[in-house]
């Protein structure tokens, strides 16, 4: 069975023709909502529970993106699986409030690997793996094992204008056959939850004020 990585910090992890070539499609996305609908996010999808705005399919992205995903994760765990990610823009026009909690992630089924990179920004945000925390800064990344070790980032005031964009990463060893048992989600929900108070009136009050649940995985 597969087990949870060390956190480890990939900095300059995309070459600028990578780089461009995500920004070449997330501005073609925007293009096509601007001419059709006057809105550039329309074609996007509003997770308002995190106050981002998200391209959730890949599949449209060139196929050197996630290449450079596969190899990187090669890196990290043995025979990784098909390498799924999405792009996505944290910002008030989101409809609320940027937020990320203290969560696991459930949408591996097995023990999973997540990697998350900062794109552009006009602003800085931290991100913790439990307790270690990254200052991330532009084409840096950050990968972990989302669905064992709890990860977060402290609240952040955004302004109007202001956006913070990321790449998150996913896949699992293809040799990994146990799928882990719904007990384990309910461990990681418990632990999530004591992460949570530990900095409900520190680093987290504005997570809370906008309802946090119990069910932390997400």
Partial sequence: MSEPIVPVRIDNIFTPEEYSAIYDHVNDVMAKGERDHNDKYYYMTKLTNNGFVAILDPSGFPSIVQEKLQKISAQLIDSPSGVGFLWARY???????????PHCDKSEKFVGLYGTVQLNSN?????YVEEEKFEMKNNSSVWFTGTHQIHWRPDKKFNTNDYYDILLAQTHSSLDTNPLPEEHYVTMDHKALDFANRYKDTLLKNGFAKNYSEDGCQ
Avoid: H
């Avoid at 910002?91 to 909690?101: F, K, R």
């Fill in 91 to 101: 910002t008030l026009d989101s409809g609320d409030v940027p937020t990320l909690m």
């Fill in 123 to 127: 602003i800085d945000w931290d991100f």
